[in-house]
Structure formats: C-alpha cells, structure tokens
C-alpha cells in the first residue's frame, strides 16, 4: 500500500487506507456516546488512533493515558480527569471516577507535568486544533500529497495533534514507525519527517540512515533546541536542516519556521496567524531587537486555564491575558524567535552576565569526544551562579573541555566544573530533565 497515494494510516506493520480507516471511527464512536470523559492508553498502534478519533467523533473529551506511567501517574490522571472509561487494547473497562466537578469542555484533555506537584490536565479545544493545523498546514507547505513519518508518543501534542490529527486533517498519509529510530525513519520514504532533538541526533550520527533522507521534501524538529552538530550533520548529510518549531501543551503550537526559510540554528520562525508573541525582559517594558526576555503569548491556540486548576490557571496568566510560557527567548529585527530555554534551568546569571545554557552546550557538543551535554547554573557566592557542564563523553579531560568552550565563546561563558556522567536523564520526549541533575 502507497501510503502517500491513498492518505492510509500506518502504525508499524497496521495500515487502513483514508477511507476505511473513517468508516471504522463512525463505527467504534457508539461505544463512547454514553461517557463523557474517556481515556485511552495511548500505546503506539493503530486500535490506539481508531480509538482516540472515536472518542472525538462522540464528542468526548478524550485523556491520552502514557503506556510508560507508573501506577501512582496513571490513577491520579484516570481520577482527576473524571474518565468513566478507559481503553486498553482495544478492551473497554469502566473507570470509578473520584473527582466530582463537570467534564472538560474539550476535545483532547492532556496532562502535563510541572516541576513541583501532580501532571495537571489542559484542556484543548477542536477550534484550538484546527487553528493550529490550518497554520502550520501553511507554514510547512503540508498537502494531501504528503507522506508524514514519525515515532512519537501518542500522548503528547507533537506525536498526536501534530502527527495523527494533522495529516488526517490535511489529508495526507502517515507512517508512524512505532519507534523513532534512524533505521525506520530511512526505510519509511516519507516526504515530511517529524522528530525531536534526541532523534535528529540519532539520525545525523547514522550516515547512512541521514542520507535516506535526502529525497524528503521537510524535516521539522520540536520540543526542544535542536543541538548545532545534529543541524550541521543533517545540512550535510540529508542536504537539509529541519525547520524548527516552538509550543507547549498549554498554547500548541504558536512559533514556527516556514518551509521556504532559510535555516538557521535554534531559531524557531514567527508567529502562527491568530497568535501573538511578546518579550518581557528582566527590566521591564519592551524588548529591543537581540535582547532576552520572558516569552508570553496569547491567540487561538491557547488554551483558557488548567481543568479544575483556578490557582493554577490565575498564575499561569498576566493581569491582561497573556500565558507565561516560563521560557527566555529573544527576537531579531526580521520577527525571528530564538528560545534560550526555561527560565528556571536554561538562563544562567554569573558574574553579572546573563547566559544561555544551549550556546554552551553546542559549544561542548563540537568537542569530537562529546555526544551529550546539558549544562546549568548551580548556587556560586561569588558569582551568584557558576557554569557547570553534565558530560557524557569519551574522555574525562575536565580542563581540555572548559578549555575548549573558552576559545570559541566568551570567557565567562567557559563552564567552572564538568561532571561526567554515563547518561542524562530524559523524558518521554527524550528532552533532558535538567531538575534531576545535580552531585
């Protein structure tokens, strides 16, 4: 089956031309008319997608469960989303909800997690999902004649909204290959690929799998800064850089390259039409073109508070509606965004400088014995805070590394300890959970 000739959905060895697949979502859609809360253990199979599109198609509200959660996660999500029947394989089980307040108004109810406290449940609305797809379908140059690859979970705003929802809305094909791994990216022949930095990475480090996808019409990465050498092993090797893209569970997508941009590294486009983007920086008042601040935005995309979560809502938002994103950012004078990264991990202050633990990182990733950083600041009584580097690396040469940072940044920039570790900690997505590094 030619998956881009026909729109079919294939999840690993599952396939279901467009049309068929419809047909079975109209008839699974009975089994859900009586539940207004549904959760589906989004395990990576195409029983997962009929049954996440049949709970929307009844007009459920439908809570992706992670196949990966722990017992404690996976009860508090099924209790505090007030799911009256979860799907697991294709088997239907009613669920005792113990929360007692009206369901989301919502058609997907995701759970993100914050650093201190419960996932909390973010209620996305059809009008928010279609604004999103109908710009990014624009921004990407994304057509029914398209076939999207990608590996993702199927809980999370890139591997469902953007890698299930979108192309049966754009009405292109998909291949979703189980697992994001280069050896199935190459063999998927897509013309659109999806992936996060640990996956691009993986690829442009498998010159082979890298070359494959040179036929591909657009890479697009997301959910994190896409590290310099997996950018310049993929110009290299697959003769394109992926476009990058910014958003959150909260707001989906609301930055984004286009697909006729120029690439340039960690840099993540303009806003998506209906969505505004504004910098708040340290001193107040308006950013000026380069420099850093706080990023909020506001538009169509953006979700209206978390379900159930006043407290939690009123501070998520400023006084005039616009959603703190907790990300530091800059824009140049094209309206070009740059995401430094969280706030509370990513923007470090020593010595009076302000720095940008992503320039660090890819300054140490150019190292030949380097294929892992992430760096953050720690407590210093100097310097109010010091630059130290968690390495996984192929030598233990703390001074040979600050050495190297020193010469191709600034000074101050240069890391003050290098821990070497034999991984780092990652979540689902493969980003690195920088709150669990730490001696």
């Known amino acids: 089956m030619d998956e881009r000739l026909t729109g079919a ?95 989301a108004d919502a058609s997907l109810l995701l ?22 797809l109908a710009g990014l379908s624009d921004a990407w140059e994304w057509t029914p004649d398209d076939l999207l690859v990608h590996g993702l979970p199927l809980n999370h ?30 063999a998927a022949h897509g013309s659109l690929y999806f992936g996060v930095p640990t996956v691009w990475s993986r690829v442009a480090a498998d010159p082979g799998a890298a070359r494959a996808l040179a036929g591909a019409r657009l890479l697009v990465s997301g959910s994190a800064a896409l590290p310099a050498p997996a950018f310049d092993g993929l110009l290299h090797l697959a003769g394109q850089a992926p476009v990058e893209r910014y958003g959150m569970t909260e707001t989906l997508i609301t930055l984004a390259a286009r697909a006729g941009d120029a690439r340039r590294r960690r840099t993540v486009g303009r806003p998506l039409p209906g969505v505004e983007a504004r910098l ?98 720690e407590p210093d009584d100097d310097l109010g805070q010091r630059i130290v580097a968690y390495v996984v690396a192929s030598s233990s040469d703390e001074a040979l590394l600050i050495r190297h940072v020193a010469d191709r940044l600034s000074s101050h920039k240069r890391p003050r300890v290098i821990v070497f ?15 669990r590094l730490g001696r």
Not at 367 to 373: C, L
Not at 421 to 435: E, H, I
Request: with cysteine; glycine share 12%; charged share 20%.
């Open 421 to 435: 570790v034999a991984a780092l900690p990652r979540n689902s997505m493969g980003k690195v959970d920088k709150t």
């Open 280 to 377: 708040v920086p340290e001193r107040g008042g308006s950013a000026a073109p380069g420099e850093l601040g706080e990023l909020e935005v506001r538009g169509r995309t953006v979700f209206a508070g978390y379900d159930g979560q006043p407290a939690a809502t009123a501070a998520a938002f400023t006084d005039d509606g616009w959603f703190r994103t907790g990300d530091i950012a800059s824009i140049d004078a094209d309206g070009i965004h740059r995401i430094v990264g969280r706030a509370s991990t990513d923007l470090i202050k020593s010595g009076g400088y302000r720095i940008g633990a992503g320039e660090v990182e890819d300054a140490l990733l150019s190292h030949p014995s380097v294929t892992e950083a992430a760096v953050v600041g």
């Open 9 to 103: 959905i294939r999840i690993g060895d599952e396939a279901l031309p467009r049309d068929d697949f419809l047909a079975l979502v109209l008839t699974r859609a009975s089994q859900f008319t009586d539940h207004p809360t549904v959760a589906v253990l989004a395990t990576p199979s195409l029983e997962t997608v009929v049954c996440i599109m049949a709970g929307i198609e009844a007009g459920a509200t439908v809570v992706p469960v992670s196949p990966d959660a722990g017992a404690d996660e996976r009860n508090h999500v099924l209790q505090d989303s007030g799911a009256t029947l979860l799907i697991e394989d294709g088997r239907s089980m009613d669920v005792v909800p113990r929360t007692e307040r009206p369901p």
């Open 111 to 132: 759970y993100t997690s914050g650093t201190t406290g419960p996932p909390k449940g973010v209620p996305i609305t059809s009008e928010a999902i279609d604004s999103c």
């Open 157 to 186: 705003v890139h591997g469902l909204v953007l890698g299930v929802l979108g192309p049966l809305r754009v009405g292109s094909g998909l291949h979703h290959t189980v697992r994001p791994t280069p050896s199935a990216y190459a």
